[in-house]
T-cell receptor, first 111, second 115 residues
Framework: DQQVKQNSPSLSVQEGRISILNCDYT??????FLWYKKYPAEGPTFLIS?????DKNEDGRFTVFLNKSAKHLSLHIVPSQPGDSAVYFC??????????FGAGTTVTVRA | NAGVMQNPRHLVRRRGQEARLRCSPM?????VYWYRQLPEEGLKFMVY????????ESGMPKERFSAEFPKEGPSILRIQQVVRGDSAAYFC?????????????FGPGTRLLVL
């Protein structure tokens, strides 16, 4: 059962523009959400997180938005840079340690 | 300040052999988690360990898989009598002793290929 879904397997964006990555979840018990970035042959690197008591968290070029009623979150990257080309995973957990991951979205930033 | 270390990075085994994957958590971290990523899928939780204790192994297959985190040394994920379906990337993560809800930091993974 896939509790975290990233329905767009890939995204291509022009350098300097905004990248918007989407994530949907089904488990209403999830209370903490994270985004990880992964380069080929490396492990996921923590990017940004948000607690369910918030609807927005910003860190530099990265902003995560949470819409609890829609069970939806998104990651905005602006401006997109070539180094942002990677696979982005959405993850969630429910008051414990088990992270449930989406299948990932591959972002390609075009020069 | 070294991050989470995993070795080997790549492992090739024939069906029926044993695979041993090692993970050294970040310095000061006492919680270790193992995840498996099958092709085209996200990471799936396998097991959560603290020193000398398995806290939760609900994501581990019931047979052939075992994990340990001894008092000294790295955490080991052991797969006995490997089958082709075990081919995957295995990631270890660690978190600080502040609690299991701390952010998990991942190692580079071990890519297991079963021939």
């Amino acid at each position: 059962d896939q509790q975290v879904k990233q329905n767009s397997p890939s995204l291509s964006v022009q350098e300097g523009r905004i990248s918007i990555l989407n994530c949907d979840y089904t488990n209403s018990m999830f209370d903490y959400f994270l985004w990880y970035k992964k380069y080929p042959a490396e492990g996921p690197t923590f990017l940004i997180s948000i607690s369910s008591i918030k609807d927005k968290n910003e860190d530099g070029r990265f902003t995560v938005f949470l819409n609890k009623s829609a069970k939806h979150l998104s990651l905005h990257i602006v401006p997109s840079q070539p180094g942002d080309s990677a696979v982005y995973f959405c993850a969630a957990r429910s008051n414990d340690y088990k992270l449930s991951f989406g299948a990932g979205t591959t972002v390609t930033v075009r020069a | 300040n070294a991050g989470v270390m995993q070795n080997p990075r790549h492992l090739v085994r024939r069906r029926g052999q044993e695979a041993r994957l090692r993970c050294s958590p970040m310095k000061g971290h006492s919680h270790v988690y193992w995840y498996r990523q099958l092709p085209e899928e996200g990471l799936k939780f396998m097991v959560y360990l603290q020193k000398e204790n398995i806290i939760d192994e609900s994501g581990m297959p019931k047979e052939r898989f075992s994990a340990e985190f001894p008092k000294e040394g790295p955490s080991i994920l052991r797969i006995q009598q490997v089958v082709r379906g075990d081919s995957a990337a295995y990631f270890c993560a660690s978190s600080p002793p502040g609690g299991s809800q701390e952010t998990q930091y991942f190692g580079p993974g071990t890519r297991l290929l079963v021939l």
